[in-house]
């Protein structure tokens, strides 16, 4: 009977170890860029530092694009992959944007977990805002171009597909 309790006890020690080595082994996102996050997400709007207003001029100074310029400089690329899967269409969106803007060799897996995703969202930019919803944004960020300087975008062709297929989407919910 003894030996049957140092056995068991034995058995629930490894599976604690286990355990603690499964959850380490996936990125915990930390405390600072959880309070970014969490004043990002206080926002309605994503600010990217696109021109706004009459007078056009890059919103550089903004609280929340200086916040997300924060993120970009201290979140590790597994936390901004893990926020990418976020509830919050903005963190999401902020998430994705940080990855193109490190040039992350994932970012089309990334959009394709998404593909699907047609969430609505604001971006501060022009007199009146702009309304983008999630694929279309991650999408777009991942178009050809001769002048493209980022390395892991889509080819001409593979852009094209994915392209028809959101346009037929939405078309579904257009009437004439």
């Not at 991942?142 to 892991?152: A, S, T």
Request: with cysteine; hydrophobic share 40%; charged share 25%.
């Amino acid at each position: 009977m003894r030996l049957f309790k140092q056995i068991l006890v034995c058995l629930m020690l490894l599976m604690f170890s286990l355990k603690d080595y499964a959850q380490s082994a996936t990125t915990k996102i930390t405390s600072n860029i959880q309070m970014i996050v969490n004043k990002l997400e206080k926002e309605s709007l994503v600010h990217l530092g696109y021109p706004v207003g009459y007078s056009a001029k890059p919103e550089k100074n903004n609280k929340y694009f200086r916040l997300y310029k924060k993120l970009l400089r201290k979140a590790s690329d597994d936390e901004l992959l893990q926020l990418t899967n976020q509830e919050t269409p903005n963190i999401v969106v902020y998430a994705y944007k940080a990855l193109y803007d490190r040039n992350f060799s994932g970012l089309k897996d990334v959009f394709l977990n998404h593909v699907n995703d047609t969430t609505w969202f604001w971006t501060a930019g022009g007199c009146t805002g702009v309304l983008e919803r999630i694929n279309r944004f991650m999408l777009r960020h991942l178009k050809p171009d001769v002048n493209n300087v980022y390395r892991y975008v889509m080819t001409k062709q593979e852009y094209d597909i994915y392209y028809d297929q959101l346009k037929k989407k939405e078309d579904l919910f257009y009437f004439d």
